[in-house]
């Protein structure tokens, strides 16, 4: 760091890196203010951050997940009609990628697999905030 003139010189440790001092601002006036040195707020182990925390707080809250297949546009009656039997066509052919929605947002398309006798969706794109509005 270059000092100016008339500063007093900065002092420097044996091992050649600056000591460390609070920072001088200078505001309104040429009158100078000492501020605390920055040190970024680690949580235990120095690896997490205090926003890394607050995240984790989040990790227990129950979110809805819904996989659409497909939508239908029914008149009244049709829906009226409707019993044991009946087939509603969708708008997706068989195959085609299905959506999953968190909490009514479209996070992912996938596809539908079954495991186990169980329905269930292998993921094969992750939606962005982007390709959201773009879809729609």
Known sequence: MAASPGA??????ASGKEAT????????GGAAMD?????????????????TAAIDL????ELNV???LGRAQMLIEEVLKLGEGSVVELDKLAGDPVDVLVNDRLVARGEVLVLNDNFCVRISEIIT????????
């Open 35 to 51: 501020l605390p040195e920055f040190e970024p707020d680690r949580a235990a182990g120095g690896t997490a951050t205090a926003a």
């Open 129 to 136: 905030p982007d390709l959201e509005h773009a879809a729609n």
């Open 8 to 13: 007093a010189p900065e002092a420097v440790p």
């Open 66 to 68: 819904t996989i659409e």
């Open 58 to 61: 989040l990790n227990d809250v």
């Open 21 to 28: 001092a609070p920072a001088r601002a200078e505001v309104g």
